[in-house]
């Protein structure tokens, strides 16, 4: 395993993966009443839609299905 050393956080597995907070879309919104306050780059999976978002520039976009 190679640890990156420019990174906070490292997850390394052959054999399992990585789970998102699993929120509804009623939920993400309400994570603030400031959209620009929510910090880029950060995920959730949104269950109502089955797709994984992330914000940027204080707004919540699909990724992946």
């Known amino acids: 395993i190679k640890v990156e050393p420019n990174t906070m956080l490292q997850v390394d597995s052959t054999t399992m993966g990585v789970l998102f907070p699993r929120l509804t879309t009623v939920q993400r919104d309400a994570i603030t009443t400031i959209p620009t306050d929510v910090p880029n780059g950060l995920i959730i999976y949104n269950t109502d839609i089955n797709c994984l978002q992330y914000w940027s ?8 299905q």
Do not use: M
Not at 57 to 64: L, P, R, V
């Open 57 to 64: 520039s204080g707004i919540a976009g699909e990724q992946a």
